[in-house]
């Protein structure tokens, strides 16, 4: 793994500014998030994303194991998306599955972080019941209504979608492949991922989106 270059600024460079290298749509790390930060090498974003791809590797097969034996009751709670997190992100960020403290560019108020998604999760729980939606409706959701209400400094997308990911295998269904392409590059797919996710939340109109997971 890279420690960085000399024509590469440091992470801590990049995210002083509003924005930050984060691909757009994304949610800038603070500096103050950048003090959870836990291997000490981290140097550049290309240093950041492998070693939080490496600790997700790691929590996929530990989630795919709760998912096949809590079933979706148990996935759908807060509590789990909290230790989904945790396990995600526990190697690289101090912070890992403690819901955010500060205001971001998507989300709800702080305060406002656990009961938003309790009443998101209890709601997904009566329509996987009632057979209210198709699983894949249901799963886009609990993608889509997680990731607005953003309950973490940073990988609410790739937690959120997860989500979606371990509540079809809970209930046998196959994942998602998320248009089958990396989500946390710009590029086309993530375009059309935004756009969908975008039209979704505003409209209630998820077909775009089930459409790009789907794809």
């Known amino acids: 793994m890279s420690a960085g270059s000399p024509d590469e600024p440091p992470l801590q460079a990049f995210n002083a500014r509003s924005i930050g290298p984060e691909p757009s749509g994304a ?6 998030d950048l003090e959870g ?34 079933g979706p009751d148990r ?3 807060y509590g789990f998306v909290l230790t989904l997190h945790r396990r995600m992100f526990g190697d690289v960020w101090k912070w890992a599955g403690r819901q955010r403290q500060r205001v971001t560019n998507i989300g709800v108020e702080p305060f406002l972080i656990a009961t938003q998604s309790r009443l998101l999760l209890d709601d997904a729980r009566l329509w996987h019941t009632q057979s209210i939606f198709d699983p894949d409706a249901l799963a886009a959701r609990i993608h ?10 940073n990988g609410n997308g790739r937690c959120t979608r997860l989500m979606a990911d371990l509540y079809l295998a ?46």
Not at 144 to 153: D, I, Q, T
Not at 177 to 184: C, P, T
């Open 27 to 32: 949610t800038p790390l603070e500096p103050e």
């Open 37 to 70: 930060l836990i291997p000490d090498f981290v140097a550049i974003r290309a240093d950041l994303n492998q070693v939080e791809f490496e600790n997700i590797a790691k929590a996929l097969p530990w989630a795919q194991r709760q998912a096949r034996t809590l």
């Open 75 to 77: 996935i759908l709670e």
């Open 144 to 153: 889509c209504r997680l990731v607005s209400v953003h309950p973490f400094p």
């Open 170 to 215: 809970s209930i046998g269904a196959e994942p998602f492949s998320w248009g089958g392409a990396s989500l946390d590059q710009d590029g086309t797919s993530r375009k059309a991922y935004i756009s969908a996710l975008i039209k979704a939340s505003a409209s209630d109109d998820y077909d775009d989106l089930i459409r790009f997971a789907r794809a």
